[in-house]
């Protein structure tokens, strides 16, 4: 019996990542193909790929940037509505795009007399804004979750770490269960 548990242990730490994985993607794809229900199933989300492709090589002209530039002055002038539009860019912005802000991986002192680090990534480097100076704001993702705590740390107490941001983030998501 006991052997029998142990198999069934083997394979559910096999099988039960592949499935989520598979279920969440799945779901995800059928979420999106629901978006544009055209009665063929993928149709949906083919046109919803060329769409977003077609915004995206529209936008990137020199003509349209005004418009879209007047849109987003307007959303941000809304008072509820502006809060919900630049949070959520402010949030798309730092994942991707130009003005990338989790590039930078540190790991932190956490105390002047402790060995206790914490990895995370620096947003802001110059804290000028709000009248502080030798301090930096570190975010600290958490693992296994999709939120994190921004922290002002003293710039003596970072060290950058010359490491891929991705694999920075993997590490601490999964808890510094995956590789560096």
Known sequence: MKRFFRY???GL?????????VWIVVGVIDWLDSLLDLGIP????????LLLTAVGFISSSFLVKPFIAITERM???VPIVSIIYSSIKDLFDAFVGDNQKFNKPVLVKMAEDSDNCKLGFV???????INIADKV???FPHSYNFSGELFIIP???VTYIDLPSSEVMKFIVSGGVSNL
């Open 8 to 10: 069934f242990l083997n």
């Open 13 to 21: 730490l096999i099988m039960a990542p592949i499935i989520l994985t």
């Open 42 to 49: 993928g149709l949906g989300i083919l046109l919803l790929v």
């Open 75 to 77: 959303l941000i002038r």
């Open 123 to 129: 947003t802001q480097e110059a804290l000028t804004g």
């Open 137 to 139: 704001a570190v975010y």
């Open 155 to 157: 710039a003596r107490n």
